[in-house]
């Protein structure tokens, strides 16, 4: 490791001082059948060296052909990052001696992207919207996988020797490439860590990849640069590689800034350079120093000829893309009539699919809403589990909600019912059939019950008589237990009156 | 003054990994400028409505549907490797020690 010693500054100030620009580079990995260039399968977990083909391991005399799915998918994204849709395009060859790839060179796209000039809407958590815009969208092929041996920790460094899997080399990938995205000041790492999230949330409702942060599906490279105004040029960026959780990502730009800010309150010079991110300290490190690293020889790949998608083909596309999620943010917010607040909530809980299902069962907006931000948010919070792993679907949620709206069962006796639906019992119905659980809307039988806490509290009834008809409360209570909670509280509270001739 | 020299010559060739004796770069610096002046003539003749072509053939949309093919068995894949080990391809180590 090199000696890099310079001071940190406390973000605060640094973001007080300068100016931070952000710029980043996002990998997708497509959820197509099969590779960009050949058959060979798309799998996440396989025996090494099986979901390859010769084309996988460019064998001399093998020849790549483009996987139509996979221009689709980019011709998806590229459309729901607002870009332009290239009417010609080809891919080049990008040179460099690294054992993850085989032939020398990663086939990518250089000057002709096929999606270019987009943009894309980001919501932080407070509801800020902040634009990134988006200068290219380009398809490429993954990388094998190194594994390294005989150091410390799987570390490059101090390795006797690599070991090499190509499963995923020729996984299809899109790239998306930002403009320097200014003016984030103290909220640069938020809105980097939500720029990911956002693409993410998009990926996943084109179904165009499965987009799980944690196998790498997603995998963002970070530049931050900082300088001492917004109105002065771009300072010199650093780029930490494969930054892959939202967290990482935060911290990541946390770092740099407070990192860069020091070197140049000391004077110093920021080197442009590739660093690593370290999950255990959250700091990043310098990146091996290649001298040739910028000069990759691109040059046009002349065993694949130019894609030119038709203009029908991209307006089918256009039309047939899905509602994405801000805009379905933005029209269920309208529907459900939620504050601001709520959505934001339940937006972050992961509960907005749970609650708009639930809806769609036939719940009120605000009953889900309730349910699912409350009493299972709760549980889900109890066992460390998400909301839609817990085991209740939005159907029985709608059905608990329904038997009190038919008054059917009270809001006590519901959440009982919902924990035997968490045990597996069945569905709410069928629970509240089977148990008894029903509220007792028998009127004798609540006329006893009453008649019978009237003659045990002539103290409470004469407070009601006198006028003081909260004290019901204390008339009520026994009445519940001696109905074991299954009595409608509301008709007990009618009955009380009429047999004391109050008017409530 | 040549459009290539022995510079750009030693320069490609560490890119490209290719170990070159002196007298190879001097005698190639020679050749390559000599090509460089043949191919410079083009643009003697290029006007501007004519586009730079990577492609002379006029084909697009060569495409194949996303369905799996016959796969290599790991036996298969590592067959011509020098050296593996667990299934994978070994190589000597990448980073010199530092």
């Not at chain 2, 490797?81 to 990448?94: K, L």
Request: aromatic share 6%; charged share 25%.
């Amino acid at each position: 490791m090199s000696a890099e010693y310079t001071a940190l500054v406390d973000f605060d100030e640094a973001t007080d001082r300068y100016d931070p620009v952000l710029g980043i580079e996002v990998h997708v990995e497509l959820g197509t059948a099969t590779k960009m260039f050949d058959g060979a399968p798309n799998i996440f977990a396989a025996e090494p060296n099986t979901a390859i083909t010769p084309v996988s391991l460019g064998l001399p005399g093998t020849l790549p052909v483009v996987n139509e799915k996979a221009v689709e998918f980019a011709i998806k994204i590229g459309l729901a990052l607002n870009c332009q849709i290239a009417e010609s395009c080809r891919f080049s060859r990008k040179q460099y001696f690294y054992p993850d790839l085989t032939k020398n060179f990663q086939t990518s796209q250089y000057d002709e992207p096929i999606a270019f000039d987009g943009w894309v809407d980001v919501e932080l958590e407070d509801g800020e919207i902040v634009r990134v815009e988006i200068e290219r969208a380009h398809m490429e092929e993954d990388a094998g996988k190194n594994t390294h041996v005989g150091g410390a920790t799987g570390r490059i460094q101090g390795a006797t020797h690599s070991l090499i899997d190509y499963n995923r080399a020729g996984v299809p990938l899109v790239e998306i490439v930002t403009r320097p995205i200014p003016a984030t000041g103290k909220r640069a790492p938020e809105v980097a860590a939500a720029y990911v999230r956002t693409l993410r949330d998009i990926f996943r409702a084109l179904e165009v990849s499965e987009a799980r942060m944690e196998r790498g599906n997603v995998r963002a490279d970070v530049n931050v640069s900082l300088r001492p105004s917004a109105d002065a040029p771009l300072g010199t960026r650093t780029e930490t590689k494969n930054v892959n959780s939202f967290r990482a990502i935060e911290r990541t730009v946390r770092y740099e800034i407070s990192r860069q800010a020091g070197i140049l309150d000391a004077s110093g010079t920021v080197i442009q350079e590739t660093r690593h991110f370290h999950e255990e300290d959250g700091s990043t490190s310098s990146g091996r120093v290649k001298s040739d690293a910028e000069d990759y020889r691109y040059f046009p790949e002349p065993d694949l000829v130019p894609v030119a998608p038709s203009r029908e083909w991209v307006e089918e596309l256009r039309q047939g893309l899905p509602e994405l999620p801000g805009a379905r943010r933005r029209r269920l917010l309208g529907e459900w009539g939620f504050s601001d607040m709520e959505m934001r909530d339940a937006i972050n809980a992961g509960a907005l699919d749970l609650i708009e299902q639930t809806v769609t069962a036939g719940a009120s907006a605000q009953s889900a809403r309730k349910w699912w931000m409350g009493e299972l948010a709760r549980t889900a919070r109890e066992q460390d589990a998400d909301l839609e792993s817990l085991p209740v679907t939005p159907q029985q949620i709608a059905q608990l909600q329904g038997l009190i709206d038919a008054k059917k069962i009270n809001d006590k006796i519901a959440r009982q019912v919902l924990s035997k639906v968490l045990e597996g019992a069945g569905d709410p119905a069928e629970i509240v059939e089977t148990e008894g659980m029903a509220v007792v809307s028998d009127d004798s039988v609540l006329t006893s019950a009453v008649e019978q806490a009237i003659a045990e509290n002539p103290d409470v009834v004469e407070k009601i008589r006198g006028g003081k008809v909260q004290a019901i409360g204390a008339l009520i209570g026994p009445i519940m237990k001696a109905t074991r909670g299954q009595a409608d509280a509301g008709r007990v509270r009618e009955i009380i009156l009429e047999t004391l001739g109050v008017q409530g | 003054m040549p459009a290539i020299g022995r510079e750009d010559v030693a320069r490609l060739a560490d890119l490209a990994r290719i170990q070159l004796t002196d007298d190879e770069i001097t005698r190639f610096a020679g050749e390559f400028d000599a090509i460089m002046d043949a191919v410079a003539s083009v643009s003697e003749v290029a006007s501007e409505d004519v586009p730079a072509t990577s492609h002379p053939i006029p084909l697009t949309n060569v495409f194949r549907t996303d369905a799996v093919t016959r796969t290599l068995t790991q036996e298969e894949a590592l067959s011509g490797a020098p050296d593996a080990q667990d299934g994978r391809f070994a190589v000597p180590q990448i980073l010199g020690e530092e």
